[in-house]
């Protein structure tokens, strides 16, 4: 089910500027038992992601009230939001009005073994670099070629990610999620002021750590810093929290196929505790 | 007129990744008497980005026959070629099997003032940076919001391009076009080889330069070094070859006013007779 505009349609004008140049921003949002998990959140950064391509932000009613209705009677499934700027003006240069085309589609939750969260998966060391670009550094973007070939470096259906650096050697994240790890009882998170998309699921593990009063660090860690680790884990807004048990060729987390990590195994009962009671109460 | 895969239509499925992630590349060609001006330049950039980003070619007699189709009878047009990854494959993770989307359509030629070639342009400096990415440098994909921020930055109809410098401070190139100076006779153009777009119309400059026994440099160049240059010009496919008269608050070309340079003259002058004698010789 995909509504265009609100209208259920499948196909736009090629026209579009988010075809033409990537001109836009995406969200996806888990559905679980009719409810749109972290829904005000993940409408706040594409606000914010608006605000910053100078695209008018649609009717925030109406939005909710399409992405409410395809979530209807969904045990569960994932909400994809996608906002361009429309189609108009005169290459690059935008129109004086934007109209923005407004895209509200549900799709089947992807099947991710059970597993993954319980024991951990198996992660890799992508050749793809990400660039630096300050501007859109954060942001869910349509521009988004360096996640899609990094994601093509391997087909080994036993290896779940990869994980990049950008052009200085700091490691940023993975293909789709954003990364932690934890040293002497210290989580670290890569800071996203260069490159990288800041992760609804990343937001809430730095407020939660926080809050049971973890000690939380950001900023330029090298590979060697992560191979150190004493845990590792990835986070987005489908997959929940990932611990990394294996990143073959540089550090085996041998307790990991045993047991997660304490400081990993705390945020992944925070986070179901948390879907528990905000969305769970009336099911 | 519009061809997506041969079929005259002017939508596209929503699922086309050329619209999820901008996993596609585009080409921008000018039609003039029914030809296709450096067509095959073309073609080769197109074949280079779709193997640097593992996009099978299209067939090739299918592009050029739907190409010379559209530009049947045209006076004076611009044919636009797209090449998307087409549809499926999971999230970032592409299909095995890839299917190209082959969009082939014709635009209106811009109406330019004749005096922008002949007495030169004003162009600015952007504020928008370029982010550095070697992976993508030189390649046209439909990654392009860099371009559609920069162009946002000036409304002023008197001001025709704008000049975009890189995050090391390095001049690049106009929102739309390559970027020229000449100082003591040498002829200066930025390296692409972290960020920018290899134009077409450089590479004639550059191959026809050479041919004059013009001194070429190519590096990293500061506004500095631009602002001390004693000729500046732009290209690409559809303007040719813009002098640049001014660049306000930088630099005044003030002979500009009155003249174009000679190394600029010259060019203009060799483009001139190549298109003459390649394509207007049977008309």
Redesign the interface.
């Known amino acids: 089910m995909?509504l265009?505009n609100g209208e259920n349609q499948?196909?736009?004008?090629?026209?579009?500027?988010?075809?033409?140049?990537?001109?836009g921003l995406?969200e996806t949002i888990e559905v679980l038992n009719s409810h749109l998990i972290f829904f005000e959140q993940h409408l706040q950064r594409l606000a914010l992601g608006c605000e910053k391509?100078?695209i008018p932000f649609p009717d925030k009613q109406l939005l909710i009230h399409e992405a409410t209705a395809l979530s209807q009677n969904i045990k569960r499934g994932v909400l994809k939001i996608?906002i361009t700027?429309g189609s108009g003006g005169?290459?690059?240069?935008?129109p004086d009005v934007i109209q923005p085309t407004r895209?509200v589609?549900l799709h089947p939750f992807?099947e991710y073994s059970p597993d993954f969260q319980q024991h951990g998966i198996v992660a890799r060391i992508c050749q793809?670099?990400l660039?630096?670009?300050?501007?859109?550094a954060g942001l869910k973007?349509?521009?988004?070629?360096?996640?899609?070939?990094?994601?093509?470096e391997w087909n080994n259906p036993e290896i779940q990610e990869g994980i990049l650096l950008d052009?200085n050697g700091c490691v940023i994240e993975g293909?789709?999620s954003n990364l932690f790890f934890v040293k002497n009882n210290t989580l670290y998170t890569p800071l996203l002021t260069q490159?990288g998309i800041a992760g609804i699921m990343r937001d809430f593990v730095l407020q939660t750590a926080s809050a049971e009063g973890i000690q939380i660090e950001q900023g330029c860690f090298s590979l060697e810093q992560l191979c150190a680790a004493d845990e590792i884990f990835l986070t987005n807004s489908i997959i929940g929290i990932w611990p990394v048990k294996d990143l073959p060729g540089f550090k085996n987390l041998a307790g990991f196929n045993a047991h997660v990590g304490e400081i990993t195994k705390t945020l992944q009962s925070k986070l179901a505790q948390y879907k528990q009671q905000v969305y769970q109460h009336d099911n």
Chains 1, 2 share one sequence.
């Not at 499948?10 to 001109?23: E, K, P, V, W």
């Not at 973007?141 to 093509?152: G, I």
Request: charged share 20%; proline share 4%.
């Open positions: 995909i265009i499948s196909q736009l004008a090629i026209s579009d500027r988010g075809f033409q140049y990537g001109d995406f391509l100078l996608i700027r005169r290459g690059y240069r935008f895209i589609s992807p793809q670099r660039g630096l670009n300050p501007t859109f973007t349509l521009n988004r070629l360096e996640q899609v070939l990094a994601r093509a052009l293909t789709m490159t």
